[in-house]
């Protein structure tokens, strides 16, 4: 595999030599990860909590040092500012999150945050003085573990949702968000949006196995599944294990359990771009000798084509109807968030590509499965992302894991991308 010492031996001299501190962005990386690390080596940090404020706190103390101006939004989106010789030039921006899943690893978002400082960092070593600004953004509440909906902070910024809307949104210990993001210090005074940009990049691991099994180093991505979320209830009556004809039950757990397998089974009739998930599922009372009166579970459908997704939603709620009837249930099956396919800006997509290309990496176009930050930043502003490989594919696991040299071959497509766009 091509590492990026070989490809600074073979990167034409026209290029530039600048490149970013592979080992200081690894170090900061597993600095960072220290914060909500797990025993099995991974990282629990969700948005909002003491946890995510003493992220935020190291974050933004590093990239003052690297002579950021950083503000803070009234949806706790941070955003860190390297003046430009145009001061009233655009900023190229990039960025990411660093809250994490609830056994998520160390590099989900977290990396693209830290690749945007370690872009700032190589300047400031450089002496560089670009165009335009350029800066780093933490969104949050990307990972929608803790609050729907997901992407909370870019979709604020970028007018998908109000920012009372996203304010009032509560965790599942009914804690709203506006009191966490006050409690945490984080409630800033800018504006949420209305912040023209030139251009947004984000740099993240790919999350699935494509470009390790391809032997590749970097995703040129052109666009991103759309997604829908969906909350689902499944109201039967719960009566006693022994005593009660299994003929006279209304199981709700049984609704469900036929309902996950409907849902995979849906999802592989739209092979191979289709994907639907069960991931979370509350059984009530949840006692061992109660037929389960009360289910809740959420669904998670994604699909490039928006046509397609949209079918898989009619054969969703046709699904749950017909299992519904069948076993004499209620089911309540509610979408709670949605956002379109998406395809990046084609000048931001080939800034990304000419970047790899300078450099000498391998690479290949890619469409994201997960969602970013990127997607809803993308509305209002030129985007495209770069991803990286991780371990076997695995991320939203606490065992997610990337190398070195690839994070750092990422860090400087991104530092090339948001070079030429910024001009130095
Ligand atoms: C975000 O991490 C998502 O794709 O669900
Ligand atoms: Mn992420
Ligand atoms: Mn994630």
Redesign the pocket.
């Known amino acids: 595999m091509t590492t990026p010492s070989d490809v600074r031996d073979s990167a034409p001299a026209a290029s530039g030599a600048l490149r970013v501190d592979g080992g200081r962005l690894w170090r900061s990386l597993m600095e960072l990860a220290e914060i909500g690390a797990t025993p099995k080596g991974g990282v629990r940090r969700l948005a909002l909590t003491d946890l995510d404020r003493q992220g935020r706190d190291l974050v933004v103390g590093w990239l003052r040092d690297a002579g950021a101006n950083t503000e803070i939004d009234g949806a706790g989106n941070i955003f860190a500012i390297r003046p430009g010789r145009e001061p009233a030039a655009r900023v190229v921006l990039t960025g990411s999150h660093i809250d994490t ?1 609830p056994s998520g690893g160390k590099f ?2 977290n990396y693209g945050v830290l690749a945007g400082l370690e872009v700032l960092r190589t300047l400031n070593d450089a002496k560089i003085a670009t165009d335009k600004p350029v800066g780093v953004a933490i969104w949050t509440n ?4 803790r609050f729907v909906p ?2 909370g902070g870019s979709g604020a910024f970028a007018g998908v949702f109000t920012l009372e809307h996203l304010l009032q949104q509560r965790d599942i210990d009914g804690v709203s968000f506006g009191d966490a993001l006050r409690r945490i210090g984080y409630a800033g005074g800018t504006p949420v949006g209305g912040r023209a940009l030139d251009a947004y990049f984000e740099a993240h691991i790919e ?1 699935g196995p494509v470009l390790e099994r391809e032997d590749k180093i970097v995703g040129v991505v052109t666009g991103a599944l759309g ?1 829908r979320w969906y909350d689902c209830v499944w109201t039967g009556q719960d009566a006693h294990a022994g005593p009660t004809p299994m003929e006279a039950r209304h199981d709700a757990l049984r609704g469900a359990s036929r309902f996950v397998e409907a849902i995979n089974a849906l999802a592989l009739r739209h092979e191979p771009d289709g994907r639907a998930t069960v991931g979370s599922m509350q059984v009530s009372p949840n006692s061992r000798n109660v037929i389960p009166g009360l289910v809740k579970m959420t669904v ?1 459908m ?1 699909h490039p084509d928006d046509k397609d997704l949209a079918i898989m939603d009619g054969e969703l709620r046709d699904a749950a109807a017909a299992i519904a009837s069948d076993l004499r249930l209620e089911c309540d099956l509610q979408q709670v968030d949605h956002f379109p396919a998406s395809r990046f800006d084609p000048s931001c997509v080939d800034a990304v590509r000419t970047a790899t290309r300078t450099l000498g990496l391998s690479h290949r176009e890619m469409v ?5 930050d990127a997607i809803y930043v993308a509305r209002v502003a030129p985007t495209s992302m770069i991803f990286v490989p991780c371990k076997d594919g695995i ?2 696991n606490e065992i997610e894991d990337a190398r070195p040299e690839h994070l750092e071959a990422g860090a400087n497509v991104l530092l090339h991308a948001m070079l030429a766009r910024a001009g130095a």
């Open positions: 899943q989900d978002g990307e990972e929608g573990s997901v992407m999350q997604l998670d994604r994201s499965g997960a969602g970013h991320s939203h």
